[in-house]
């Protein structure tokens, strides 16, 4: 089993260049099958969560050409059944977005129950909800999600809770439905209009994406196109994070700065500096930092799939500060490891008061998911001695070559397979 050996310490300073946004990526590989003409999709990222979705993808039957570890040729026309039960889409919970993908181009899908991080109660009542509303009848038995129409239909759906998952679903279903269906209290994220203006050069009539009332003009198919995936948010979050914890500076190239705005603020707040480019944004911390008050919210507001990287921060930064997590009810297992290298942290309900240490020490920690598991690896790079981070698939799931990106800014991390390598490298960087 893989795992991360960090000797903390080091600023990180220099240029990262991130990556395809992943949550983007695998909502439009779905997509890309709802037409039979050829679809090329750009700057994917390279993380096991792609790499299940296109295997489950090849699984049903679609051509799929691999023409560089970024750049895939998707070609739906050939696909041969619609049941997606492969061995391994249970790992990933967008293994959803093809059942909305196959519902809507075929009128019939079912896909096996998704899976990943267990950050809380993800239930997929109002993708069903807007199924139903579609025409759809669903069946939820067996471990798969089953979903059949004779015909679909647009119509008015209100999501009771806004939900990225629900908002994509629908329209991805509602795309090649028959009339107009309005999406009311939609997903704002960039996703969300990442998956908006795909489906629009292939031809979907998707108007008010990126607002709270999405109107969809169902058309009769869709064709090819050649689209690029905008860049990682998250990624590029989690490196600024690293900077401000680190004490570093750096330059995080390759994003869309006003998809960081709710994470920049609250750097600006924690005393960081924080400059703007066209395509990249510049972290410098002096390494002094200020407390403050977070609060997890939708898009635009301070996103969930950042407060562990957050709180890493906040756990070395002077005076008290409180992090409440309002999406997600098991987004603080994390908090336990990070006690562990020395933070003083309280959990009450979903609120963390953060009373700011010195700084964190070197212990061996496991990443209990995707985001978690990288803000661990931030709080091992800004630790005194050796951290350990176990069980780190949860990291590839989502970030792509991770550890090398954090050497190239000075970080000492390597990843290891077994104990024999990791003494090498202790005693290596000892």
């Known amino acids: 089993m893989e795992q991360y050996v960090i000797k903390g310490g080091n600023p990180l300073r220099g240029e990262v260049t991130i990556g395809g946004a992943k949550n983007a990526a695998l909502a439009i590989l779905a997509a890309a099958v709802m037409t039979d003409e050829t679809v090329i999709v750009r700057n994917v990222p390279y993380v096991n969560d792609t790499i299940v979705l296109v295997d489950a993808i090849r699984d049903i039957g ?49 896909v096996a129950q998704p899976g990943g991080c267990d950050i809380g109660t993800r239930p997929i009542d109002l993708h069903i909800k807007g199924f139903h509303a579609l025409g759809a009848d669903v069946d939820t038995s067996y471990g798969l999600i089953s979903a059949s129409a004779d015909s679909l239909e647009g119509a008015h759906i209100y999501l009771d809770k806004v939900s990225v998952g629900a908002t994509i679903n629908i329209l991805l279903a509602a ?64 490196f600024m994070f690293a900077a401000a914890a680190t004490g570093g500076d750096v330059l995080v190239k390759n994003v869309i700065p006003k998809h960081l705005e709710a994470t920049t603020t609250k750097l600006l707040e924690t005393g960081c500096q924080v400059i703007e480019y066209n395509d990249a944004v510049r972290v410098a911390s002096n390494g002094h930092l200020k407390a403050t008050q977070v609060t997890t ?65 070197g212990t061996r920690v496991q990443a209990p998911d995707l985001r978690a598991g990288a803000a661990l690896v931030i709080a091992g790079l800004a630790a005194d001695g050796i951290t350990v981070v176990d069980d780190i698939y949860y990291i590839q799931r989502g970030y792509e070559a991770f550890s090398e990106k954090l050497r190239g800014l000075g970080a000492e991390i390597e990843k290891v397979s077994d104990e024999k390598a990791m003494r090498k490298f202790i005693l290596k960087v000892g």
């Open 62 to 110: 679609a051509i799929v050409e691999n023409i560089d570890n970024h750049t895939l040729k998707i070609n739906g026309s050939t696909i041969s059944r619609l049941s997606v039960d492969y061995d391994y889409i249970k790992k990933i919970r967008a293994s959803y977005y093809l059942l909305g993908a196959l519902l809507g181009k075929y009128h019939k899908a079912e």
């Open 175 to 238: 795309t090649l439905a028959d009339g107009k269906t309005v999406i009311d209290n939609a997903a704002k994220e960039p996703h969300v209009v990442d998956v908006a203006n795909f489906l629009n050069s292939m031809g979907a009539e998707i108007r008010g994406a990126g607002t709270e009332s999405i109107r969809v003009t169902g058309v009769k198919k869709l064709h090819g196109t050649d689209y690029s995936v905008i860049p990682d948010q998250i990624e590029a979050g989690t």
């Open 297 to 361: 919210l939708p898009y635009p507001g301070f996103p969930t799939d950042m407060q562990p990287q957050m709180t890493v921060v906040l756990g070395i930064a002077d005076g008290l500060s409180t992090v409440t997590e309002s999406i997600w009810e098991n987004r603080f297992r994390y908090v336990d490891e990070l006690k562990r290298m020395g933070a003083d942290i309280r959990v009450e309900s979903n609120v963390a008061i953060i009373s700011g240490v010195n700084h964190y020490t």
